[in-house]
């Protein structure tokens, strides 16, 4: 099967999942409304009588198995949205290995710095959420939590890169990994401003993988990294990381957007 017909039949099921998730909270907001109107009768006769009490029980019984069923659809519409950005991206690795590129992904060699910086902020703004069940920790990359120590990024993620410039000194760039040898622990990384000029090959040390996952400040945020936290950025409107501090964390999902914590990484070798 194709990739092309994989994703098709991938976005069909995620939009039958979609009507799903609507149907099944348009059936559970008549038990909601229940609920809100015997609350109003208790207050309005001011008790709670067992009758009362025995039928709110169930009502929000009732409400949490919904919520959960909601969930479940929810969770499985996430695992298909990542599914079809992964065959994206498999995609775009064969296109860009092959020296092939579609309209809508010219080659970077071409591609002016505007449109570069606009499809680093697109970027950011999709990479995805972490939504845990309740009690999960958040996985490594995932905000502020490093990798493991025997991670090796894959081929197409991004990662922060030590490489010298042509002035000699070295500097933080952000790359995309092309390969890894396992016998020399080696990676071979793209710049991504530089596509068809030298490609570099860093020990490991001198590569820090980038997270792939958001936190969410409400709920996971031992997951952020804290204020006055030393940390690498990008400088705006370049690919290049600099040395800084973290002045004040998000506080809500809506401000992720915003501060891109997924382009902070903390320093861990220098």
Not at 53 to 68: F, M
Not at 80 to 95: G, H, N, P, V
Not at 124 to 151: F, N, Q, R, V
């Amino acid at each position: 099967m194709s990739a092309d017909t994989k994703i098709a039949e991938l976005l069909t099921e995620l939009h039958q999942l979609i009507k799903q998730t609507q149907e099944e909270r348009s059936r559970s907001e008549h038990n909601l409304l229940n609920i809100q109107k015997t609350h109003e009768r208790m207050q309005t006769e001011n008790k709670t009588s067992p009758y009362y009490r025995t039928k709110l029980r169930g009502l929000y019984t009732t409400a949490k198995a919904d919520a959960e069923a909601e969930c479940s659809i929810l969770r499985h519409a996430l695992d298909k949205i990542a599914e079809i950005k992964s065959l994206l991206e498999e995609r775009r690795i064969a296109a860009k290995m092959a020296g092939v590129y579609s309209d809508s992904d010219p080659p970077r060699k071409t591609m002016r710095r505007g449109v570069l910086m606009t499809l680093l902020q697109q970027s950011a703004m999709t990479l995805p959420l972490w939504i845990g069940k309740p009690g999960e920790s958040p996985p490594p990359l995932c905000g502020a939590t490093p990798a493991s120590s025997d991670y090796v990024a894959k081929q197409g993620d991004k990662v922060a890169a030590r490489v010298k410039a042509v002035d000699g000194d070295e500097q933080w760039i952000l790359a995309e990994v092309v390969s890894y040898n396992h016998s020399t622990n080696k990676y071979e990384v793209d710049d991504i401003d530089e596509e068809g000029k030298e490609r570099h090959t860093l020990s490991r040390r001198r590569i820090i993988p980038l997270p792939q996952w958001k936190a969410n400040p409400e709920t996971d945020p031992e997951a952020l990294f804290s204020k006055d936290q030393l940390v690498l950025a990008l400088y705006p409107q370049t690919t290049c990381f600099y040395r800084a501090l973290i002045h004040t964390p998000p506080h809500r999902i809506c401000s992720l957007l915003f501060l891109e914590p997924q382009n902070w990484i903390k320093i861990y070798r220098t």
